[in-house]
């Protein structure tokens, strides 16, 4: 079964705080790649990273990092210094080269306290 | 470069009567899909589309939701007669293939069936 898991629903933080977002997958396949999307308040989601299951280099850009270990199933997403824009919804997405259906999980509600 | 476009982005209806939501993707993007996302959850595939072909259409509720991409380009989805249950935000994603490729989404559409 092709599963991910966010399992914190609603954190909150003050600004400039540091915050990670857990997300666990679970699959049967050996090859497939995984995907973080951000949906602010007015319900876009846009793509912030993708990471093949082959690529296990972790990647940082500005303030977000993401830590990928397959060892673990894990694709961990760290905000560094929080602000007030980073308030938003966001997924993990597991995917797979046979079929381009996503499995999200359900989302960590980020609220950034000013 | 435009995103993927959809509208109209708020629709309130009455239960039992119809509506259309409409999609243009992101221009050279051969694969289209429809996601419903309910309140607290992560979307949900409702059909994809290759062209103007229907790839995986297995979780689209066929008695009352239909969609089409003449085409090849636009997209409609519409619910007729629309339930209670169908109230949520309907996002259109497009991507260049079929296969292992990065979806991009649009605004959504948040309906409310009342």
């Known amino acids: 079964a092709q599963k991910v898991t966010q399992a914190q629903t609603e954190i909150s933080v003050v600004e400039k705080e540091d915050v990670t977002l857990d997300c666990v997958y679970e699959t049967r396949d050996t090859t497939y790649y995984l995907f973080w999307y951000k949906q602010p308040p007015s319900g876009e989601l846009v793509f912030l990273i993708r990471?093949?299951?082959?690529?296990?280099q972790n990647e940082i850009s500005g303030r977000y990092s993401w830590n990928f270990q397959k060892s673990t199933s894990s694709f961990n997403f760290t905000i560094t210094a929080s602000q007030v824009v980073d308030s938003a919804v966001y997924f993990c997405?597991?995917?797979?080269?046979?079929?381009?259906?996503?499995?999200f999980g359900k989302g960590n509600q980020v609220v950034v306290i000013p | 470069e435009a995103g993927v476009a959809q509208s109209p982005r708020y629709k309130i209806i009455e239960k039992r009567q119809s509506v259309a939501f409409w999609c243009n993707p992101i221009?050279?993007?051969?694969?289209l899909y429809w996601y419903q996302q309910i309140l607290g959850q992560g979307p949900k595939l409702l059909i994809q589309f290759q062209n103007n072909g229907v790839v995986d259409d297995s979780q689209l509720p066929k008695d009352r939701f239909s969609a089409e991409r003449l085409k090849g380009v636009d997209s409609t989805l519409k619910i007729q007669p629309a339930k209670l249950e169908d109230s949520a935000v309907y996002l259109c994603a497009s991507s260049l293939g079929p296969l292992g490729e990065t979806q991009y989404f649009g605004p959504g559409t948040r309906l409310l069936v009342l």
């Open positions: 990471r093949n299951s082959f690529d296990e």
């Open positions: 997405a597991l995917g797979f080269y046979g079929n381009n259906r996503l499995a």
């Open positions: 221009s050279g993007h051969a694969t």
